[in-house]
Nanobody, 121 residues
Framework: RVKVVESGGGSVEAGGSLSLTCGVV????????MNWYRQAPGKEREFVSG???????KYAESVKGRFTISQDKSKKTAYLQMNSLKLEDTAMYYCLVDSSDSCWPLDQSNWGQGIQVTVSS
């Protein structure tokens, strides 16, 4: 089976920085593209940042200029650096993995378990 491993997050004061990591443990011949979503209490899950299948980066307007996504393809890992954090960035952050054909079990969710990011004043 494929495994999604998330790490990072935590608590920080407004203006501070945190980072998130999403790694995939899977077959060596497979390619993965990671995307980050977040969900605040009482709100719908929303896109934050990620890679499309061409390797281009995408950002939500609310995080442009503050968040930077990068990846290490050899390690099948993506990193989200979050700077100048705001109170409204507080949420549970989830990694969503897209994979090359036949590289994801049909009966397995491609969402990570989620990591809490809390920004305080």
């Amino acid at each position: 089976r494929v495994k999604v491993v998330e790490s990072g997050g935590g608590s920080v004061e407004a203006g501070g920085s945190l980072s998130l990591t999403c790694g995939v443990v899977g077959p060596a011949h497979c390619t993965y593209w990671m995307n980050w979503y977040r969900q605040a209490p009482g709100k719908e899950r929303e896109f934050v940042s990620g890679f499309d299948r061409r390797g281009s980066t995408k950002y939500a307007e609310s995080v442009k200029g503050r968040f930077t996504i990068s990846q290490d393809k050899s390690k099948k890992t993506a990193y989200l650096q979050m700077n100048s954090l705001k109170l409204e960035d507080t949420a549970m952050y989830y990694c969503l993995v897209d994979s090359s054909d036949s590289c994801w079990p049909l009966d397995q969710s491609n969402w990570g378990q989620g990591i809490q990011v809390t920004v305080s004043s």
